[in-house]
């Protein structure tokens, strides 16, 4: 059975760091360019990160220089490090694999920026 379980999310305050990780099961982790998509109350998804299976990074120009994503294929984990959070980044946050045909989604996680 495909899974990919996302973790981490919570409240923070602006300013702040916060970590969100993806764990895969039942594909090859890999193979398959794992990406974070957010979407925010009366807003669009819209893509956050992305990393291919051979390592080429994408950013959106809205989180660039503040989030890191990476993926460990041993673990079959991808992760997302945000720091210097704002309001902006608000929003359910969702875990996807694309590759070899397929594409699987995440359950999501909130993220909310408030004081």
């Known amino acids: 059975q495909v899974q990919l379980v996302e973790s981490g999310g919570g409240l923070v305050q602006p300013g702040g760091s916060l970590r969100l990780s993806c764990v895969a099961s039942?594909?090859?982790?890999?193979?398959?360019?794992m990406a974070w998509y957010r979407q925010a109350p009366g807003k669009q998804l819209e893509l956050v990160a992305l990393?291919?299976?051979?390592?080429?990074?994408d950013y959106n120009p809205s989180v660039k220089g503040r989030f890191t994503i990476s993926r460990d294929n041993a673990k079959e984990t991808t992760s997302l490090q945000m720091v210097s959070v704002n309001a902006d980044d608000t929003a359910v946050y969702y875990c996807?694999?694309?590759?070899?045909?397929?594409?699987?989604w995440g359950q999501g996680t909130q993220v909310t920026v408030s004081s």
């Open positions: 990393v291919s299976s051979v390592g080429t990074i």
């Open positions: 996807n694999g694309r590759g070899a045909g397929a594409e699987y």
């Open positions: 039942g594909f090859a982790l890999s193979l398959y360019t």
